[in-house]
């Protein structure tokens, strides 16, 4: 299979279904922004922290995809495929990993700032484009239909890298950094 297909030289892209649209589609800056999210967690997983996290971040990555499919999926053309379904025990899964670890963090009550550590860091940003994601793909559910799990599911991940940013600056033996009003 080649790399390069020269198919989107013109500025459109082909969805699941062969729908062809521009790549300044609303559909297209969602499930890119997804990817991005992707790439960061790839990132992420390079740092140091126990394997139990690198492999839940390595699933929710694999989800990812399956986000990304399903955002890319043309449901006028054709039914979802298998692996582009959104499934309740997605969501369900980063809900208890999110009630797993905020179980072994001190009780918040402050803002917190992003950074700390490189790793914590590297959570906040991940958390600020799951935050972005899931607003491209609330705009995208103005012009087309969305699943609602895939919101639920994007939504929950923001929650997620909030919750593990914190652990891996406790991980790191260091304070967390609170917001303090401005002198």
Known sequence: MKIYTKTGDKGQTGLIGGTRISKSDIRLEAYGTVDELNAHIGLLVTREMKPEHKVFLQNIQNLLFTVGSNLATDTTKIDFR??????????????????????????????????????????????????????????????????NKVIMFTNRL??????????????????????????
């Not at 369900?92 to 072994?104: H, K």
């Not at 799951?130 to 969305?146: K, P």
């Not at 600056?169 to 609170?178: G, L, M, P, T």
């Open 82 to 147: 298998k692996e582009s379904m959104m499934k309740e025990e997605y969501i369900t899964s980063i809900e208890n990993e999110i009630d797993r670890i905020d179980a072994l963090l001190p009780p918040l009550n402050n803002f917190v700032l992003p950074g700390g550590n490189e790793t914590a860091a590297l959570c906040h940003i991940c958390r600020t484009i799951a935050r972005r994601a899931e607003r491209r793909i609330i705009e995208m559910g103005g012009t087309y239909d969305v699943d």
């Open 158 to 183: 923001s929650d997620y890298f909030f919750t593990l940013s914190r652990l891996m600056q406790i991980d790191a033996q260091q304070q967390e950094i609170f917001w303090k009003q401005p002198k």
